[in-house]
């Protein structure tokens, strides 16, 4: 009987990352010129932000306020370390004076690189390689 507690214990402790995720794969090389289910005009606003609070949604996640601000992200969830980092976890980068946010989906070996999964990364929804000290917040 404990043995099966556990089982269904652990089956319902899988957190609902993996289903933002999950989720946001669905939309793969999905191109701007095809989210118009965002109600956004991709060409002024950038719209990684936009695609991650769908994403949340449709994961029964509540985004940030604000969610288009990729920035506003850093208050998504709660705080993880970058080393502690696991696939589906949002993560927000600095991209010069700029923020972009994403899906943690793994780093290199040599922990330089991060590999995101998110919108508006070319201009489409797909993996993307990231320098893992752009990295300013990790969150679950």
Known sequence: MKVILVIVLTALAVP?????????SKYKSMHER???FLS????????????????????????PPNPN???????????VGVRSARRGDVVVIRTGRRFHVSLFDHID???QYVYLFGGNQSNRVQLS????????????
């Open 69 to 79: 601000m990729a920035a506003s992200w850093r208050k998504f969830g709660k705080p």
């Open 34 to 36: 095809s989210i118009s």
């Open 16 to 24: 609902c990352e993996a289903d933002m995720l999950g989720t946001a």
């Open 109 to 111: 070996q040599r922990r």
């Open 40 to 63: 956004i005009n991709p060409r002024r606003v950038s719209w990684c932000g936009a695609f991650l609070a769908f994403v949340a949604k449709r994961s029964s996640r509540q985004p």
């Open 129 to 140: 390689r990231y320098r893992a000290s752009s990295v300013v917040a990790v969150r679950r």
